[in-house]
């Protein structure tokens, strides 16, 4: 989201009536996240006496946080994430990108909103479901121009800039062999100045009593915060945009 953290605090505090503690720090995030297993694991205790009993949802701590030198914070969801970024896209009239790996059928989907409006959208891989044909300014295959490649294939739209297909296929072919360049995932990325981060450099790298140090962490973020949500959250709103237009 291109957005202050205090900014994305404020949203989950007014807009979705949610727990958010401001300017947390690695070890806040540790501890909330180890007092909901604590109470996953009462909670199973206790249903083995009493099954017929009720709980309160658990709260699950999801960090959100900004590296430094860096534009957009970063929040790592799971569920309705266009959802969620329509409406932070919308109250703070700012862009707001998605990134989904589908990594059980491989594909990924990038997606950016601003305001009210879907404005690019690039989906590339095997079984890139929910396809519809004249939805795309951009439809090619891997094997039509680099053979012996992976054959992916590569969905593109766009409402703000010009990108053609010999872009693409550049982009594509430069990876070779090496899978740890995302192509033109890297270059979408890389024209909006945003970064999509390995789990070794977030919070969740940090589970476990094995990994304490927390200064290489400290040391790259400028602010972080936690949203608290219940376990039967469920936010939709259906009228979230499918197309880029």
């Known amino acids: 989201m291109k957005a202050s953290v205090d900014a994305i605090t404020a949203i989950f505090k007014q807009y979705f009536e949610l727990e958010a503690q401001k300017n947390c720090k690695l070890e806040d995030y540790i501890r909330a996240n180890e ?13 083995k006496s009493r099954p017929k009993k009720s709980f309160s949802p658990i709260l699950w701590a999801f960090p ?3 590296y430094v030198n860096h534009q957009w914070t970063l929040l790592p969801f799971s569920g309705q ?3 969620i970024a329509f ?3 919308l109250l703070l009239n700012t862009k707001v990108i998605t990134f989904h790996d589908s990594s059980h ?11 009210d409006r879907l404005i690019e959208h690039y989906k590339f891989g095997f079984e890139c479901w929910t396809v519809i044909e004249g939805d795309w300014d951009i439809y090619i295959e891997d094997f039509e121009f680099y053979p012996g490649w992976l054959n992916y294939e590569h969905y593109f739209k766009s409402s703000v800039r010009p990108v053609t297909e010999s872009n693409i296929r550049l982009a594509v072919s430069a990876r070779k062999n090496d899978l ?25 790298h940090y589970h476990g009593e094995w990994n304490l140090n927390y200064q290489k962490w400290d040391s790259v973020v400028e602010q972080m915060s936690i949203a608290l949500v219940p376990s039967n959250w469920r ?7 499918q197309q880029v237009i």
């Not at 059928?105 to 950016?112: A, D, G, I, Q, T």
């Open 87 to 89: 409406v932070f896209a």
């Open 35 to 47: 007092a909901s297993w604590k109470e996953v694991e009462r909670q199973r205790v206790v249903l």
């Open 180 to 204: 740890h360049d995302r192509g033109f995932l890297d270059r979408c990325l890389k024209h909006y100045n945003a970064y999509i981060p390995i789990r070794e450099e977030t919070p969740y």
């Open 235 to 241: 936010y939709f709103d259906r009228k979230v945009p």
């Open 105 to 115: 059928v491989s594909w990924k989907e990038f997606k950016v909103f601003e305001n």
């Open 81 to 83: 994430e266009d959802s």
């Open 64 to 66: 959100f946080w900004r």
